[in-house]
T-cell receptor
Framework: QQPVQSPQAVILREGEDAVINCSSS?????VHWYRQKHGEAPVFLMILLKGGEQKGHEKISASFNEKKQQSSLYLTASQLSYSGTYFC??????????????FGQGTILTVHP | NAGVTQTPKFQVLKTGQSMTLQCAQD?????MYWYRQDPGMGLRLIYY???????DKGEVPNGYNVSRLNKREFSLRLESAAPSQTSVYFCASRPGTGRAQPQHFGDGTRLSIL
């Protein structure tokens, strides 16, 4: 079952902030975040791990709420290069879901000058 | 720095034709995945292979088969193509199924079925 992302789309001006949310119906083991530019492949942004540890390489932050089975991506002081579609990919804990990475429907972020 | 290579990049088929999409990775990854991407639907998992010798169904496996040929290669086959299978197909790989291991995607195959 796909996780649910909100909002579906957001339009910003350079320098503004945005939050993208991701909710899963199953217990989370980790949450992956990816960004896709138009016509290109998705590119890894970061991984949030159960227990709060974060692995990534961009100046974008995120949070992971185990109780609510949610993750949020925070983009602050947005730049033009942040434009694209953002996908969350929760990895669910245990059972037949192990190893499977199922993505949300995506959030389209557009940053204008 | 090839990473994940998909072939072909574009293909047009007629309804009922068969086709195999190829995917190869040179990163010595254990796990490989096939997704399809349709407007408004995000990335939907078709099949995955957690390790060489194993394959499992994802969310939308109907109409597809896969083969994990060896550690490097994971192919996706459409036995009898249907217009509903028109989509962009992405192959991805990751070192393993551990929670802290990111996926690396190929550039995609754009498939149209008439």
């Amino acid at each position: 079952q796909q996780p649910v992302q909100s909002p579906q789309a957001v339009i910003l001006r350079e320098g503004e902030d945005a939050v993208i949310n991701c909710s899963s119906s199953k217990a989370l083991y980790s949450v992956h975040w990816y960004r896709q530019k138009h016509g290109e492949a998705p590119v890894f942004l970061m991984i949030l791990l159960k227990g709060g540890e974060q692995k990534g390489h961009e100046k974008i932050s995120a949070s992971f709420n185990e109780k609510k089975q949610q993750s949020s991506l925070y983009l602050t002081a947005s730049q033009l290069s942040y434009s694209g579609t953002y996908f969350c990919g929760p990895q669910n804990a245990g059972g037949t879901s192990y190893g499977k990475l199922t993505f949300g429907q995506g959030t389209i972020l557009t940053v204008h000058p | 720095n090839a990473g994940v290579t998909q072939t072909p990049k574009f293909q047009v088929l007629k309804t009922g034709q068969s086709m195999t999409l190829q995917c190869a990775q040179d990163m010595n990854h254990n796990s490989m995945y096939w997704y399809r991407q349709d407007p408004g639907m995000g990335l939907r998992l078709i099949y995955y292979s957690a390790s060489e010798g194993t394959t499992d169904k994802g969310e939308v496996p109907n109409g597809y088969n896969v083969s994990r040929l060896n550690k490097r290669e994971f192919s996706l086959r459409l036995e009898s193509a249907a217009p509903s299978q028109t989509s962009v197909y992405f192959c991805a790989s990751r070192p393993g199924t551990g929670r802290a291991q990111p996926q690396h995607f190929g550039d995609g195959t754009r498939l149209s079925i008439l």
